[in-house]
């Protein structure tokens, strides 16, 4: 019962500051929408954007005028859910530099908003949210790097059939990565035509997660369409760094992104984590609470 109010009391709190004019955005990240009368006579409406995980929410908030973007329905935690909320909303261009966002998150079945965490975009010092550092150049494609950092997440969680799968992903700069890798296995990919074997498509998205079984990295070009499957990266990894415990696949990935102006998304095979890499660096980190295998 005291618990029941205090809960309704922090969302409260929360849509007070939400209203006040230091904040931009408003992040709701939950499959649960606030109610009209949370939200009557409040002005952030404007202001508001749901991250839920249902298609059809999103669609159903959109008829109602609502922003709302889509996120993966896995088990990550709070922070972690709202970095890809704010991925999807940098996609979707609902962020610029410099704003202010307040995200009020929350976990399981119940609607349980229990998490509020203030964001300024493009702030150096706001770790470990660091999704501004993403940062790309104009050649790539938001959208396609979302789908990719998807896929990715549903390696980490549901692995093939039963097993954990690792593998890494590398976007860009696509002549110089295939110059500096070799085939392992046949291509899959080969012989499909191009409109064939973007990642934009589910069909290919599901072919990814598939091949991920395939030793080496998938070379993707900016636009989507996926060149190989099954490369071995040959690039030196002397001069990067990266933390105690990352093998090959990261080094590979790392110096790669060093080597080219490719970006890379890594899957760990041991831990299921998905790292985002560029200019050397890990500049996204989404690790996971509960892996389905
Ligand atoms: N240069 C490379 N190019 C492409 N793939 C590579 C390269 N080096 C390693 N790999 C892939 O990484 C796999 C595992 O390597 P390793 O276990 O050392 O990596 P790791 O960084 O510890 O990653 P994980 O967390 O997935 O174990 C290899 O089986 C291979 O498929």
Redesign the pocket.
Known sequence: MAEARFDREFVRAALALAARGEVDRFLVVSDHPLQPHEIRGRPIKRKLVYAVTRDALVSQLASRKYQAVAIPPYDYSRVEKIKVALVACQSEGLLKDGDTILALAGGGPERNLDTLVRIRLGDEDDEPIRVDSLDLGPEFSSQVVENLLHVAMEIGAQGYEGHPT?T?LVMGDSTAVMEQ?RQLTLNPFAGMSEAERNCMDPPIRDAIKTFAVL???FVIREDGVVLSAG?????FSKDVKLPIG???????AAAVTRATKAVAVTV????GTVRFFKGGEIALELHQTARRI
């Open positions: 690792g890494i890798s030793d080496g990295a490369r071995y990266l040959q690039v990352l093998g090959a696949r990261h080094s590979a760990s095979q041991t831990t």
